[in-house]
């Protein structure tokens, strides 16, 4: 099987090395990551200036890699099209350091490289260690996680257009939910600050307020319970149900 990782938080994440160390030996490993943390970027590609790819490798030169001057889209893009030698049967993107629940999906670099991955036709998943406040994270759940499903993955085939995103809490998981996207929202996002000389400047961060709404089955919830929680996620972001409605209104060319 011959895998592709990628991951936001840049080349020399520690959340690749555990990848890579857990499935060298069931696997044929590339990587291709920015050359600095790109979380938070969502989906964007660089076009308008040109992209720098350098080749660094690992593990002895046993794991083939790449590290590009662009965003986690851009190394998957490169990667299908120009850098490894062969489609890969899988991607995975992570395995990123925080969480990516419920809406955190839109904006996190992380998921959009499976994106990358599935609008493409590859297998894709996205992993992410739910633990934003250890001072040395431990990834070896979910790099444990990851290599049983590589396993699994060699039975059963994941449906076009879909990838998976999984979030790991802390070890040691109570076990494992399929849940669907929670809701997500930050409050205190904005920090103004001023400067040394005096200026206003803004501090995007904020803290997490999960809107617990009832249901059990969000990934939310799941990992608030210390499991693993897995969501199928599409990119279709069509309000299905609503045609028909949208369907009876007069709308008009204009003019
Ligand atoms: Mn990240």
């Not at 990587?31 to 964007?44: F, I, L, N, Q, T």
Request: hydrophobic share 40%; net charge negative; charged share 20%.
């Amino acid at each position: 099987m011959r895998v592709l990782v990628t991951n936001d938080d840049g080349i020399h994440a520690e959340g690749i090395k555990a990848l890579w160390r857990a499935l060298e030996s069931v696997a044929e490993v590339f990587v291709a990551a920015p050359d600095r943390e790109r979380s938070a970027v969502g989906h964007g590609i660089t076009v308008h200036r040109p992209l720098r790819v350098r080749e660094m490798n690992f593990s002895g030169n046993r794991v083939r890699g790449w590290v590009v001057d662009g965003t986690p889209a851009d190394c998957v893009k490169l990667c299908l099209e120009a850098l490894i030698p062969a489609p890969p049967d899988l991607l995975i993107s992570g395995i990123n350091l925080g969480a990516n629940l419920g809406t955190d999906v839109l904006y996190s670099g992380t998921v959009s490289a499976a994106i990358e991955g599935i609008i493409n036709g590859v297998p894709s998943l996205a992993v992410s260690l739910a633990a934003d406040n250890q001072a040395e994270p431990d990834f070896s759940c979910a790099a444990a996680f990851t290599r049983a499903l590589l396993g699994l993955l060699r039975e059963r085939r994941l449906p076009p257009g879909t990838l998976l995103n999984i979030n790991v809490p802390p070890c040691p998981p109570r076990g494992v939910r399929v849940t669907r996207l929670g809701f997500r929202r930050y409050v205190n996002v904005i920090d103004r600050r001023t400067d040394p000389r005096g200026r206003v400047y803004f501090w995007m961060a904020g803290e997490p307020l999960d809107v617990d709404d009832g249901d059990p089955d969000t990934d939310v919830r799941a990992v608030a319970d210390g499991y693993i929680s897995v969501t199928p996620v599409h990119f279709d972001l069509t309000n299905h149900e609503m045609i028909a409605e949208f369907k009876t209104w007069p709308l008009q060319v204009g003019g």
